[in-house]
């Protein structure tokens, strides 16, 4: 009769798998034991587990710390002489195992999600080494247009860098977070996604300034392209998770929505929370935008004369009826 034991994390995280055929199991510190342990509170012949009748059945050989089982209210009792359950966890030192056996039901098999193929498009070398010279390329020109003293090519290089280095750290962050988790870290796959969402974010930006340069003061086009901003935001992370964890979508879901909240929420509230009613040095907004930006062709000077003496004759006209 097979058994399968597996030893688990804390949080019962899956670190090991063993399947085995014995009628009787040994597992201790001792390297005569069918599974190994090298934690330090275990003894060295700690748990013996035996098939008798029919049934596995668990004996704490006098151990120091014990051997103990974990019920769904998570209180514990002695492990020995207990008659093993399917999904059984027992707790041995600061070890933990999870019995199982061969009709154990598994989780429904997951399907591809159709992100996989623009997930593998953007891991590609060439791709991601083409997205992250683009990244470079426009910092590089972001970082030459709001200086307001001309710089030469040294001196942007260690800015622009830099730049691309600071936001490499998050896809090799998840990735790392991920391996330490016991899952498949990606990393080509986190660095391909993450600078193609950077760079659509840099469109975004120019399309902030085009809305705003081409709006009034009480458009709500700008304010559509930071909901934009906001959306793409929540698809790197939905990505970033989807790629780098096996999570429900729903637990995906709240994680992306949640780390979005945190980063837009919280610029917001810093940004808004100094920020006081009479301001006596106002920061002057320096961009220059050309004429080619406008989406609709500006006014002629004449045109505007005559709108303006219109909009006078109106108001006077206002004026008499009150």
Partial sequence: MEIIIEEISRNHKLLHRHKLTKAQINIGRDYHNDIILADPHICPSHLSVDLIDGQWHLTDNQTVNGSFIENINEKKHSADN?????????????SQLRILFTDHPVEPTVAFSPFESFINLMRHPAILL????????????????????????????????????????????????????????????????SFAFFNIMWFTDLLESVAA?????????PIFIVMSSIALAFSLFWLNGYIGFHMPAKRRIIVAAS?????????????????????PRPQYNSTIMMPSFLVASSSSVDKFVKDSEKLFERTQKAARKD
């Fill in 130 to 193: 083409l997205s992250i010279t683009l990244f470079t390329l426009i910092a590089g020109a972001v970082f030459y247009l709001n200086t307001p003293t001309e710089i030469n090519f040294s001196q942007l290089l260690v800015p622009t860098l830099g730049m691309a280095l600071g936001f490499a750290f998050w896809p090799a962050g998840v990735s790392l977070v991920s391996h330490l988790n016991k899952h498949d870290a990606r990393v080509m796959a986190q660095f391909g996604i």
């Fill in 82 to 94: 207990h008659i093993v359950h399917d999904g059984d966890v027992i707790t041995l030192g600061k």
């Fill in 259 to 279: 780390m979005t909240i945190l980063l837009f929420g919280g610029s917001y509230v810093v940004q808004y929370s100094n920020k006081p009613e009479f301001n």
């Fill in 213 to 221: 340069f081409n709006s009034a003061s009480g458009s709500i086009a």
